[in-house]
């Protein structure tokens, strides 16, 4: 396997992150959601209070990301991407033990994350890395601007 790094996110790495965002609508939590615009990603890397931002490098160039916040004892995984062409290799995997890594030292109890009903697949991904379904809730939202 090529050379690959995680690290946390840098202002080159918002470009392609917001990329990403905007043609793949599995990242949206509903269709009428809009991806997070250039300036709220430059927010997350600049204000990483609460935050975990990292960014998959592979021979130096970015093919994924994982973008989890947290809050009061638990984290949340709120983004969770691998470029196509670089699925299948165990890139996601390395990701998300590498969050959960950095979950755990912060002292945080819990790791959650939302899969789409209808994304079995994704589900399965998750369930083989330890997670367990829980509740079923109902995603509401209420955009401003």
Same mark, same amino acid.
């Given at each position: 396997?090529?050379?690959i790094?995680?690290?946390?996110?840098?202002?080159?790495?918002i470009?392609?992150?917001?990329q990403?965002g905007?043609?793949?609508?599995e990242?949206?939590?509903?269709?009428?959601?809009?991806?997070?615009s250039?300036?709220?990603l430059?927010?997350?890397?600049l204000h990483?209070?609460?935050?975990?931002?990292?960014?998959?490098h592979?021979e130096? #160039?970015?093919v994924g990301?994982?973008?989890t916040?947290?809050? /009061?004892?638990?984290?949340?995984?709120?983004?969770? *991407?691998?470029? %196509?062409?670089?699925r299948g290799?165990?890139?996601?995997t390395m990701?998300?033990?590498?969050t959960?890594?950095?979950?755990? #030292?912060k002292?945080l109890?819990?790791?959650?994350l939302?899969? /789409?009903?209808d994304k079995?697949?994704v589900?399965? *991904?998750y369930? %083989?890395?330890g997670?367990?379904?829980g509740?079923?809730?109902?995603?509401?939202?209420?955009?401003?601007?």
């Amino acid at each position: 396997m090529a050379h690959i790094t995680i690290a946390t996110a840098t202002h080159d790495d918002i470009e392609s992150v917001w990329q990403w965002g905007y043609k793949n609508p599995e990242l949206l939590g509903s269709d009428d959601d809009e991806w997070y615009s250039k300036e709220t990603l430059q927010q997350w890397i600049l204000h990483p209070e609460n935050k975990i931002f990292l960014v998959v490098h592979q021979e130096g #160039k970015p093919v994924g990301f994982a973008m989890t916040f947290y809050l /009061r004892g638990w984290a949340r995984l709120d983004s969770l *991407f691998v470029d %196509k062409e670089h699925r299948g290799n165990g890139i996601g995997t390395m990701l998300v033990k590498k969050t959960m890594r950095s979950v755990k #030292k912060k002292g945080l109890e819990e790791f959650d994350l939302i899969v /789409r009903e209808d994304k079995p697949i994704v589900q399965q *991904f998750y369930e %083989k890395l330890g997670f367990k379904k829980g509740y079923r809730y109902i995603w509401m939202q209420k955009r401003y601007g």
